[in-house]
């Protein structure tokens, strides 16, 4: 019995000392890190990175409308003008059952499906800045929910032509 005893204790005495070690926790700090570096030919960026990740609408209860969003944009092209359009065509928030549209506004162009010139090529070669604007149309009466949108505006390096 004695034999017993003595050997059940030390392993008492281990488990309770091994568990309070683990009592104490970790610690542990996750790092994501991002860095984008234009080329010095071509870039259109936001001059705000963190511009389109998470863009809210407020709701005017007076008037009815959603606020619109702006963002300024640094924009170059060496070699010609700089054309955009919207991928996949117009954009619009959705609620799941209702739509808003969303007019897309890129140095005073409306952008849409098609690729359009935005900036030309005697404003791009130095390098310039652009506004976007991002304005909703008025909400029917009694819509209401959340609305989302999710969308790519694409920005094409457009050749200079050459006469």
């Known amino acids: 019995m004695l034999k017993k005893t ?65 963002a300024t944009y640094d924009v170059k092209n060496t070699e010609g003008s700089i054309k955009a359009y919207i991928e996949g065509g117009p954009a619009s928030l959705s609620n799941g059952t209702d739509a808003i549209a969303l007019t897309n506004t890129f140095n005073g ?21 652009a506004d976007l604007v991002i304005a909703a149309a008025k909400p029917a009466d009694g819509v209401s929910g959340l609305f989302t949108t999710n969308y790519t505006i694409v920005f094409d390096h457009e050749p200079r032509v050459t006469q």
């Open 6 to 70: 003595a050997f059940v204790l030390p392993l008492i005495a281990l488990a309770f000392g091994s568990s309070s070690v683990f009592a104490v926790g970790e610690a542990s700090s996750v790092i994501n890190i991002k860095a984008s570096i234009p080329t010095k030919q071509f870039h259109v960026q936001p001059r705000d990175p963190n511009f389109g990740r998470d863009e809210v609408m407020n709701y005017n209860t007076v008037s009815g409308e959603l606020s619109s969003l702006r």
């Open 109 to 129: 162009v409306v952008l849409t499906g098609s690729p359009l010139e935005v900036v030309d090529d005697a404003s791009s070669t130095p390098g310039t800045q």
